[in-house]
């Protein structure tokens, strides 16, 4: 039962370098998110997918890349990143969409 | 655009006290809101939701909330604050086309013996 697991918890990247945040879920749920927490901001829409194949911008796309390959897997990527982009990453899902999500733990990422 | 707006962004208490945690929204259709929880170093966790059905939803862990249409409000209570319940609480509506949510700016409520 584990439902929504993301990988790595922490990452420390210099400016510029490229990474990927991978999110995992089992509980077959076609509505995948991923959000970006900053302190006293609460938390932003980067992207969202309906279901393997598709994927939409959010609020706060910018920097970031996502792809939807599987209904489990929906990896995040940074491209060239940038200290603006030092947050806490929070992936979650749901089995409506829209509702009642189920979050993954977090991924805390500094640039430096 | 669909908002929720979060009064204050820290809430202290005293064990045994009221907890009282305000949450504002603006929408332009019916809105379906929900209240989350997050401890430290976790993600969030579902303390309740309204989904237009009975206007006073009750939660985990001895939380509730109550939609009033016409004060655009969903505030959170619970009779009796312990320890544990020391955390932050968001906020969140469902966007116009119901496909994510939107989040408030969090309350950090603190609880002090």
Same mark, same amino acid.
């Given at each position: 039962?584990?439902?929504? *697991?993301?990988?790595? +918890? ?24 991923? /959000? ?11 992207? /969202? ?39 806490? =990453?929070?992936?979650?899902?749901? /089995? ?13 990422? *500094?640039?430096? | ?5 979060? !009064? ?11 907890? !009282? !945690? ?13 209240? =989350? ?9 579902? !303390? ?20 009033? +249409?016409?004060? *655009? ?41």
């Amino acid at each position: 039962n584990a439902g929504v *697991t993301q990988t790595p +918890k922490f990452r420390i990247l210099k400016i510029g370098q490229s990474m990927t945040l991978q999110c995992t879920q089992d509980m077959n749920h076609n509505y995948m998110y991923w /959000y970006r927490q900053d302190p006293g901001m609460g938390l932003k829409l980067i992207y /969202y997918s309906v279901g393997a194949g598709i994927t939409d911008k959010g609020e706060v796309p910018n920097g970031y890349n996502v792809s939807r390959s599987t209904t489990e897997d929906f990896p995040l990527r940074l491209e060239l990143a940038a200290p603006s982009q030092t947050s806490v =990453y929070f992936c979650a899902s749901s /089995y409506v969409k829209g509702m009642s999500y189920t979050f993954g733990s977090g991924t805390r990422l *500094t640039v430096v | 655009a669909q908002s929720v707006t979060q !009064l204050g962004s820290h809430v202290s208490v005293s064990e045994g006290a009221l907890v !009282l !945690l305000r949450c504002n929204y603006s929408s332009s259709v019916p809105p379906y809101l929900f209240w =989350y929880v997050q401890y430290p170093n976790q993600g969030l966790q579902l !303390l309740l939701k309204y989904t237009s059905a009975a206007t006073l939803v009750k939660g985990i862990n001895g939380f509730e909330a109550e939609f009033k +249409k016409s004060e *655009t409000s969903f505030h959170l209570t619970k009779p009796s604050a312990h320890m544990s319940d020391a955390a932050e609480y968001f906020c969140a509506v469902s966007d116009t086309k119901g496909t994510a949510l939107i989040f408030g700016k969090g309350t950090t409520l603190s609880v002090s013996s």
